[in-house]
């Protein structure tokens, strides 16, 4: 299985970068959110973030909270997550990371999820709502299972900060792209392009930058300076109107990793 | 070290800051704010002009024998009357201290939570006295179980958002208010309204509340000579809680009762007990008690009383729990508000129905201790807000009545 460092570095060598795509398990129901995350993979998706349904996601917007809360409503749990995982790697060749705010991970022990993840063929986690400075258990479980563990960078970051972020990390650095949450944006913000440079600067192995993508165009523009461009809440909608919607719309934003020079 | 001097961001095993990284300059930014303003002289003697002539501190302590005679009490009982503060409660002084510091960090826009509207109000009133744009979320549910308060906030000229997501409770009005911080926080500074959420809010909110009870610790030196033997609050979020017990934490022979929203039952899946029945987690910022399921998704509460219709609460009262220095209980939506009617008439006093739930709670402690004991009751609040609840609950509004 390819890790997902590698796979950025893969995608950076033979296009313009990677494209990292996001969808809730569970969303619509189970099948159909594994469904999903294999015809994105196909579709030219080169890393699946997986989001976990949790009560009360303050970093997401309206299209992401309405879908994890449909799948909590139908009875959503984290087992399922794993679940999802065994299934989506065993038809594509994709790196899974989980996106999941942190208490789910703490109920479940931390050491426990670590294992089930590794288990069911998962890389890491993207952990939002979890700064390293509050991460005692899980750069130790992390250490131990070679999970990834993507930390966020804001453009309100210090420089103290962002050293820490980026010798925390592994896979990644999500970065975001502007204040703010989940969701489309018409522009994505210039503080992107400068907060990629200001991790440059600190080593940072791969930088990918969300919240907000929305296009192709959107992805080409962000793969201009960063390693990877992330799309969540434009997939999700695409979700709404089906499988095949959402693969059509994942291979439409897939032309924006190609390399236009 | 004394237990007073607790500042955060850890009590224990609890606190801490679980927020997106885009906050954590901002929390940083607070955190020194209010660490410059504490060694500030000019900062308090501003604060305490305002708490003096605006806010009406300090607050009077109120002997209540009629009440101690109806509910056949053995002890004497106290209210420490926050009910009798500019705007209702004890909201006010915290918001007061947090508008200061938006202004000594130069921010122009505020926004707020609010459950029963307490905080929504006090922070509407600040914004107004200070010149600030102001926005509330409050759960849907709130704005209607509480409409008398959504009038209030628009009147004093703060827009009131509905947040219809979730539980539509105060927790949702949280997820909404830092969502709003998350996007806007170079501009925005977020006045939170109890003693929960991510560092520096439970320390410095409990910072702002503790003139409560060191006044009251005065007070009832003053008056009996003594300390009280308990010391009797309400807890949601815990923030009045926090403000009575603080100045009493090193005396060892003063017991501290918290009394949580037992809704219709601890047993029953309605309450929002949160220390009573829920476990460790995190929710909103920090590492707390939580009503939460196996996976970790947090339960929805209930109570009767809006303001403490929360599923979480402090860290610094999980502590107090955990090494016992309080004692946590549960009491129902119907002793709140029996102890409510009680109180209304036999002592001329209309409590808020959060503030009911402590004067539940000193009634059993009252078969509990002796006539040579006192109980210290935090009156948080006033009940005007909560006259549309209470004239469903005891039928006090005659059908088809309107107001002319």
Not at chain 1, 13 to 31: E, K, M, R, S
Request: aromatic letters at 6%; hydrophobic letters at 40%; proline letters at 4%.
């Amino acid at each position: 299985m390819t890790g997902v460092s590698e796979r950025i570095i893969q995608r950076n060598a033979d296009a313009a970068g990677a494209l990292i795509g996001y969808l809730p398990v569970g969303f619509p129901d189970l099948d159909r959110s594994v469904d999903a995350a294999v015809a994105i993979a196909e579709s030219g998706v080169d890393v699946i973030e997986l989001g976990i349904p949790y009560s009360d996601p303050v970093m997401d917007g309206p299209v992401i909270q309405a879908a994890t809360q449909r799948a909590l409503n139908a009875g959503f749990h984290v087992s399922d997550t794993f679940e999802a995982i065994r299934r989506i790697t065993a038809q594509v060749d994709v790196p899974v990371l989980v996106m999941t705010y942190w208490n789910l991970v703490r109920q479940r022990g931390v050491d426990r999820f670590a294992d089930e993840l590794l288990e069911s063929g998962g890389s890491g986690l993207i952990t939002p709502d979890l700064i390293p400075d509050e991460a005692g258990d899980w750069l130790a479980a992390s250490e131990r299972t070679g999970l990834d563990r993507v930390f966020l960078a804001a453009p309100s970051s210090t420089d103290a900060r962002l050293d820490t972020v980026v010798s925390e990390s592994r896979g990644f650095v999500y970065t975001v792209s502007t204040m703010g949450i989940t969701g489309a944006r018409s522009d994505v913000d210039s503080a992107a392009r400068t907060l990629v440079g200001r991790l440059r600067a600190h080593g940072v192995e791969n930088a990918c930058v969300g919240l907000g993508i929305s296009t192709a165009e959107q992805v080409a523009q962000v793969l201009e300076y960063a390693d990877g461009a992330i799309v969540g809440s434009a997939l999700v909608s695409a979700l709404e109107r089906g499988v095949d919607e959402v693969a059509r719309v994942a291979a439409e934003l897939a032309t924006g990793t190609a390399r236009t020079s | 070290m004394a237990l007073r001097d607790e500042t955060g961001p850890y009590f224990g095993d609890f606190g801490g800051r679980y927020v997106p990284e885009s906050l954590v300059a901002a929390l940083d930014e607070l955190t020194l704010a209010w660490e410059d303003a504490k060694a500030d002289p000019a900062f308090h003697s501003e604060l305490d002009e305002l708490l003096d002539n605006y806010v009406g501190r300090p607050s009077r302590l109120t002997e209540v024998p009629r009440f101690q005679q109806a509910v056949g009490s053995r002890p004497r009982i106290f209210l420490k009357r926050e009910d009798l503060n500019h705007t209702g409660s004890h909201k006010i002084n915290n918001v007061l201290g947090q508008a200061l510091l938006t202004k000594r960090i130069g921010k122009t826009r505020v926004i707020a939570e609010t459950g029963a509207g307490q905080h929504g109000v006090a922070t509407a009133t600040a914004a107004a006295l200070f010149g600030l744009d102001c926005v509330v979320y409050m759960g849907e549910v709130d704005t209607e179980r509480q409409a008398l308060n959504v009038a209030r906030m628009r009147l004093l000229g703060a827009e009131v958002v509905a947040v219809k997501a979730g539980s539509r409770t105060l927790k949702d009005a949280i997820n909404d208010a830092m969502r709003d911080w998350v996007t806007n926080v170079e501009t925005t500074n977020y006045i939170f309204g109890t003693v929960a959420g991510p560092h520096p809010f439970p320390a410095m909110v409990r910072d702002l509340q503790k003139v409560v009870g060191e006044e009251a610790r005065e007070q009832m030196l003053a008056r009996t000579g003594a300390l009280p033997t308990a010391v009797a609050a309400c807890v949601g979020g815990g923030s009045n809680a926090i403000g009575i017990f603080h100045a009493f934490l090193d005396d060892p022979g003063v017991a501290l009762f918290g009394f949580e929203a037992g809704g219709e039952g601890v047993d029953t899946p309605r309450h929002a007990a949160t220390i009573t029945k829920g476990r460790p987690g995190v929710l909103h910022g920090t590492n707390s008690f939580l009503l939460q399921d196996e996976d970790g998704q947090t339960i929805e509460s209930h109570s009767i009383s809006a303001g403490l219709d929360y599923p979480g609460v402090g860290p610094e009262h999980a502590w107090l729990a955990d090494t016992g220095r309080a004692s946590y209980r549960a009491v129902t939506d119907a002793e709140a508000m029996d102890a409510l009617l009680t109180l209304s008439r036999s002592e001329g006093i209309i409590p808020a129905i959060e503030s009911a739930h402590a004067l539940a709670g000193a009634i059993r402690l009252g078969q509990e201790l002796g006539e040579d004991d006192t109980v210290l009751v935090s009156l948080s609040g006033r009940g005007d807000k909560d006259m549309t609840t209470a004239g469903e609950y005891f039928r006090l509004i005659d059908e088809g009545a309107t107001q002319s």
